[in-house]
């Protein structure tokens, strides 16, 4: 009989050393999208507020190709797309190379991922019955880069487990994301550039399979790919993660090959990250972040629009208890049990601090209401209900500083100085 599994366990060495290199660089990009939305709120607040509007609403592009598209519309659906292709190479590597692999160590984040977008969005339809409930996915999504800034202020010594349990469900909770964007956000359907779309994309799947790393062969089929899908009125992002997909994570067995160093889907997110974390997502929070508040009156008149309560309400309570919940459940049928040191008031906070909405829903939010009021009062619910989410889970993992420290210190010990700590080579912590 198999033992049963536990909750937020090390893992593997090779997976804590790779997360822990993915969320340093997280964890700069996230202090670069905070830089960003506070520029924009300042100077969409300031006297000089046309200025912004003006940047954000300028055209570029050829118009030939139907992309002469403004700024703001470059940074939604262009540079999001390598934020999303970077999202799709890092959950194929989860699945296929990562401890994720084991299909009782990916329930439970899987699970949790699901539950924490069913139940924010069943709380934002029920506040909005009878209204606008277009907006139902918007408190779905959880930020990770800047749930990871508010780690690098509060969380410093939370534990690897934790971290890495909060990384993969914000990388399947985008995966879910992409899915509610593409089938329930997509206005208008043309089939011949959707179709037209598959070519590219294959040429991109057979060059990478084979290895191949050129970019000048690469990405103008990636580009074409975007190009098309973007064309057919599937949210262009789409294409981010489908390219994404098409990366094969594994090492050639060829003796010698190109890749014989890391998979090429390791390769590519190295590279793409740190586009991805720090110009990608800080530009489009840039972008779309400048709301004009208008002062307590305008705040008060925000806040007392249904859409802005039902979002609000899905991610400081909706969030965590579709988590919470789903985490317990799967829990409760897998009999597993949580690792020693911690308890499920951890979890709490995990939970909590998912609640930490950002990129993701304001792209939901411009997809589902326009430019307008609308949009200016969806901003202004995820702004300020992710700064309540954040103010919350700091609470929590504050008051659990003593416990993450001591736990930090045990997974660095290293008494046979092989540098591999020793917590990650006992036999009973192994896959």
């Given at each position: 009989?198999?033992?049963?599994?536990?909750?937020?366990?090390?893992?593997?060495?090779?997976?804590?050393?790779?997360?822990?290199?993915?969320?340093?660089?997280?964890?700069?990009?996230?202090?670069?999208?905070?830089?960003?939305?506070?520029?924009?709120?300042?100077?969409?607040?300031?006297?000089?507020?046309?200025?912004?509007?003006?940047?954000?609403?300028?055209?570029?592009?050829?118009?030939?190709?139907?992309?002469?598209?403004?700024?703001?519309?470059?940074?939604?659906?262009?540079?999001?797309?390598?934020?999303?292709?970077?999202?799709?190479?890092?959950?194929?590597?989860?699945?296929?190379a990562g401890d994720l692999r084991d299909p009782r160590r990916a329930a439970?984040?899987v699970a949790a991922a699901a539950g924490g977008v069913i139940v924010p969005?069943?709380?934002?339809?029920?506040?909005?019955?009878?209204?606008?409930?277009?907006?139902?996915?918007?408190?779905?999504?959880?930020?990770?880069?800047?749930?990871?800034?508010?780690?690098?202020?509060?969380?410093?010594?939370?534990?690897?487990?934790?971290?890495?349990?909060?990384?993969?469900?914000?990388?399947?909770?985008?995966?879910?994301?992409?899915?509610?964007?593409?089938?329930?956000?997509?206005?208008?359907?043309?089939?011949?550039?959707?179709?037209?779309?598959?070519?590219?994309?294959?040429?991109?799947?057979?060059?990478?399979?084979?290895?191949?790393?050129?970019?000048?062969?690469?990405l103008p089929l990636a580009f074409a790919a975007w190009a098309l899908v973007?064309?057919?009125?599937?949210?262009?992002?789409?294409?981010?993660?489908?390219?994404?997909?098409?990366?094969?994570?594994?090492?050639?067995?060829?003796?010698?090959?190109?890749?014989?160093?890391?998979?090429?889907?390791?390769?590519?997110?190295?590279?793409?990250?740190?586009?991805?974390?720090?110009?990608?997502?800080?530009?489009?929070?840039?972008?779309?972040?400048?709301?004009?508040?208008?002062?307590?009156?305008?705040?008060?008149?925000?806040?007392?629009?249904?859409?802005?309560?039902?979002?609000?309400?899905?991610?400081?309570?909706?969030?965590?208890?579709?988590?919470?919940?789903?985490?317990?459940?799967?829990?409760?049928?897998?009999?597993?049990?949580?690792?020693?040191?911690?308890?499920?008031?951890?979890?709490?906070?995990?939970?909590?601090?998912?609640?930490?909405?950002?990129?993701?829903?304001?792209?939901?939010?411009?997809?589902?209401?326009?430019?307008?009021?609308?949009?200016?009062?969806?901003?202004?619910?995820?702004?300020?209900?992710?700064?309540?989410?954040?103010?919350?889970?700091?609470?929590?993992?504050?008051?659990?500083?003593?416990?993450?420290?001591?736990?930090?210190?045990?997974?660095?010990?290293?008494?046979?100085?092989?540098?591999?700590?020793?917590?990650?080579?006992?036999?009973?912590?192994?896959?």
């Amino acid at each position: 009989m198999s033992e049963a599994p536990r909750l937020f366990s090390p893992g593997s060495w090779g997976e804590a050393r790779r997360i822990a290199d993915v969320l340093r660089k997280e964890t700069i990009g996230g202090a670069l999208l905070l830089a960003g939305t506070l520029v924009a709120l300042i100077w969409a607040n300031s006297p000089w507020s046309g200025g912004y509007d003006k940047l954000v609403g300028f055209t570029v592009g050829p118009s030939a190709l139907h992309l002469d598209l403004s700024l703001g519309t470059w940074a939604a659906d262009g540079l999001l797309a390598i934020f999303f292709f970077v999202a799709g190479l890092e959950l194929k590597r989860e699945f296929v190379a990562g401890d994720l692999r084991d299909p009782r160590r990916a329930a439970v984040p899987v699970a949790a991922a699901a539950g924490g977008v069913i139940v924010p969005a069943v709380f934002y339809t029920l506040v909005n019955l009878g209204g606008e409930v277009q907006g139902w996915a918007i408190p779905t999504a959880t930020d990770i880069a800047f749930a990871l800034a508010v780690l690098a202020v509060v969380g410093r010594s939370l534990p690897t487990a934790l971290r890495t349990f909060l990384l993969t469900l914000a990388v399947v909770d985008d995966l879910l994301a992409i899915v509610i964007i593409a089938v329930f956000y997509t206005a208008h359907l043309s089939v011949l550039p959707l179709l037209a779309a598959l070519l590219p994309l294959a040429l991109f799947t057979v060059l990478v399979q084979r290895r191949v790393r050129s970019w000048w062969l690469l990405l103008p089929l990636a580009f074409a790919a975007w190009a098309l899908v973007h064309a057919s009125g599937i949210h262009a992002t789409v294409a981010g993660v489908l390219l994404g997909f098409a990366v094969p994570v594994l090492r050639s067995e060829r003796a010698g090959g190109p890749d014989a160093g890391p998979g090429l889907a390791e390769h590519f997110e190295h590279r793409f990250r740190p586009i991805s974390a720090g110009i990608a997502v800080p530009v489009f929070a840039f972008m779309s972040a400048g709301v004009a508040i208008g002062g307590v009156e305008g705040l008060t008149s925000a806040l007392s629009d249904p859409i802005a309560i039902g979002i609000m309400v899905g991610l400081v309570v909706g969030k965590p208890i579709g988590i919470l919940l789903a985490t317990w459940l799967t829990a409760r049928f897998t009999r597993a049990t949580i690792d020693s040191g911690l308890s499920w008031i951890d979890m709490a906070g995990l939970a909590v601090l998912a609640g930490i909405g950002f990129t993701v829903s304001l792209l939901i939010g411009e997809l589902a209401f326009g430019a307008g009021e609308r949009d200016d009062h969806v901003k202004v619910a995820v702004l300020l209900g992710s700064l309540v989410a954040a103010m919350l889970a700091s609470v929590v993992l504050r008051a659990r500083n003593r416990v993450y420290r001591r736990i930090r210190e045990a997974e660095q010990v290293d008494r046979d100085r092989d540098d591999i700590p020793d917590i990650y080579q006992r036999r009973d912590l192994r896959a």
